[in-house]
């Protein structure tokens, strides 16, 4: 079965970094474009990033320039590099795969933009 696990997230100070992970299983990773989201409680999950199979990448325009998506297809893993961190960054993060029409995420990670 597809499973999704998120790790990385933590509390941050405005202008810092974190790197989150989201290791993948249960399907062949190197074949599926990855995506990132981002949800406030109350609010729509919005999408941030994506990493197609041939390692193309898109940003929403609120991240773009600051968050670098990646993979490593070897370790099944995702990870979005996030700089220069704002406190509207602040949000459950999640990862998500499209497989056989069906879309399935992680549990999340939490980041926090705070000083």
């Known amino acids: 079965q597809v499973q999704l696990v998120e790790s990385g997230g933590g509390l941050v100070q405005p202008g810092g970094s974190l790197r989150l992970s989201c290791v993948a299983s249960?399907?062949?990773?190197?074949?599926?474009?990855m995506r990132w989201y981002r949800q406030v409680p109350g609010k729509q999950r919005d999408f941030v990033a994506v990493?197609?199979?041939?390692?193309?990448?898109d940003y929403a325009d609120s991240v773009k320039g600051r968050f670098t998506i990646s993979r490593d297809n070897a370790k099944s893993t995702v990870y979005l590099q996030m700089n220069t961190l704002k406190p509207e960054d602040t949000a459950v993060y999640y990862c998500?795969?499209?497989?056989?029409?069906?879309?399935?995420w992680g549990q999340g990670t939490q980041v926090t933009v705070s000083s």
């Open positions: 998500n795969v499209l497989f056989r029409t069906k879309d399935y």
């Open positions: 249960g399907f062949t990773f190197s074949s599926y474009r």
């Open positions: 990493v197609t199979s041939g390692g193309i990448t």
